[in-house]
């Protein structure tokens, strides 16, 4: 079995999008720092692009979390990978990720990362499945949203292949 990938959204499109993101995330946080919590690894590559698009005071920390499941399901079952280096109570945290899926990563990570007290949490993510929402999270800023298609590229892979495209593509398996 091999697989095609299928152009969804360009890198030009992408690149134009997440310059209008780090307009208004600079906007609302104007006059303040805000701390990115970027989830390892999809969330790597947005986090980076967007993090050049800040005028406002920027720090980075890194944090890395499984769903247990396969390639293209996750379980529900959540556990931390990597923890984050530094405490960040009292700080305005922003979750930087690649995709919001069923929701169920994202809904363990804030209720996580709410406990520690951070002055303010928001969530960003370049892609949003609607559709396929189980848990209900409030994502503040998002790149696309997106049909129900696997998808890669820009950081996210299919069995860690892919993360590298500058583009997002649909994956197209044939035999
Ligand atoms: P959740 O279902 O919202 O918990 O998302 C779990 C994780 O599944 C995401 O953080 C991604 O790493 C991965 N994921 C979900 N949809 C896709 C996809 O279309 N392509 C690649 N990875 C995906
Ligand atoms: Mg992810």
Same mark, same amino acid.
């Given at each position: 079995? $091999?697989?095609?990938? +299928?152009?969804?959204?360009?890198?030009?499109? =992408?690149?134009?999008?997440?310059?209008?993101?780090?307009?208004?995330?600079?906007?609302?946080?104007?006059?303040?720092?805000?701390?990115?919590?970027?989830?390892?690894?999809?969330?790597?590559?947005?986090?980076?692009?967007?993090?050049?698009? #800040?005028? =406002?005071?920027?720090?980075?920390?890194?944090? $890395?979390? $499984? $769903?247990?499941?396969?390639?293209?399901?996750?379980?529900?079952?959540?556990?931390?990978?990597? &923890?984050? &280096?530094?405490?960040?109570?009292?700080?305005?945290?922003?979750?930087?990720?690649?995709?919001? &899926?069923?929701? +169920?990563? #994202?809904?363990?990570?804030?209720?996580? #990362?709410?406990?520690?007290?951070?002055?303010?949490?928001?969530?960003?993510?370049?892609?949003?499945?609607?559709? +396929? +929402?189980?848990?209900?999270?409030?994502?503040?800023?998002?790149?696309?949203?997106?049909?129900?298609?696997?998808?890669?590229?820009?950081?996210?892979?299919?069995?860690?292949?892919?993360?590298?495209?500058?583009?997002?593509?649909?994956?197209?398996? &044939?035999?």
């Amino acid at each position: 079995m $091999s697989e095609k990938i +299928r152009v969804l959204i360009s890198e030009e499109e =992408i690149e134009k999008r997440i310059c209008e993101i780090g307009r208004e995330i600079s906007e609302y946080y104007k006059g303040e720092a805000v701390h990115l919590v970027s989830v390892l690894k999809g969330g790597v590559f947005f986090t980076c692009e967007l993090a050049k698009r #800040l005028t =406002i005071p920027v720090s980075i920390d890194f944090m $890395s979390v $499984s $769903s247990y499941g396969n390639h293209t399901k996750s379980t529900g079952v959540v556990k931390v990978v990597k &923890d984050l &280096d530094e405490a960040i109570e009292g700080k305005h945290v922003l979750v930087v990720e690649d995709i919001v &899926d069923s929701g +169920r990563t #994202l809904s363990y990570l804030l209720e996580n #990362l709410k406990s520690r007290k951070p002055k303010s949490l928001r969530l960003c993510t370049l892609l949003d499945k609607p559709d +396929r +929402r189980v848990i209900d999270v409030q994502v503040d800023y998002t790149g696309f949203a997106i049909p129900d298609k696997f998808v890669v590229g820009y950081g996210l892979d299919y069995m860690q292949k892919y993360r590298n495209l500058p583009y997002i593509g649909i994956v197209e398996l &044939d035999d």
